[in-house]
């Protein structure tokens, strides 16, 4: 389970050469984000020992998860005498997926109640993914561009992941 969020506000400064003075009117900016990936994967794991404390290790099992995103920018500067501009976006996304993790590996056995392993397995996930967007956007002289989308469709990723850690053994 993974969660990750960053909002804030924030300004850019542009610097006056004539008298050497920081303007803070010009360029103001919020930005809010998030994310949130929950899944479950589980994989049925065989040893062999062809070499004594030195284990290889493969398997695979089912991988299940969810994934949402939210993201929002705003730009909105004061206006100069001859140009300026607004900017808003906006973008949602929103992912079910299920798949399969192949894992192999090696696993070094220092004692018979601790080893030190390293594997690398493969999420191969097939879902549904659900998208919103907006974007606005004037250039300060009556311009505007607009672009909203809707997305439904097809979600499909193959992510590679490489792991080493260590096991305690209790027996």
């Known amino acids: ?26 360029i103001d900016h919020a ?22 404390d030195l284990s290889l290790l493969y398997g695979i099992g089912p991988t299940i998860g969810y994934e949402s995103r939210e993201k929002e920018d705003n730009r909105n500067p004061h206006y100069q005498l001859l140009s300026g ?13 299920a798949g399969l993790a192949p894992v192999i590996g090696i696993e070094w056995y ?5 080893s030190f392993h390293a594997e690398y397995y493969t999420l191969i996930n097939i879902g549904w993914q659900t998208s919103e967007g907006g974007n606005r956007y004037e250039s300060g002289w009556g311009d505007w561009e607009e672009s909203d989308y809707e997305m439904d469709g097809l979600y499909h990723s193959i992510q590679g992941r490489a792991l080493a850690g260590v096991s305690f053994y209790f027996r």
């Open 85 to 97: 501009y607004y900017q808003q976006t906006k973008d949602i996304t929103r992912i079910v997926y």
């Open 110 to 114: 220092l004692h018979k109640n601790f």
């Open 31 to 52: 930005s809010r984000s998030s994310l949130l990936e929950i899944s479950l994967t589980m994989q049925w794991i065989e040893y062999s020992e062809p070499y004594g």
């Open 1 to 26: 389970m993974d969660g990750y969020d960053l909002s804030g506000d924030g300004q850019a400064y542009k610097f006056n050469s004539s008298n050497s003075t920081l303007d803070s009117t010009i």
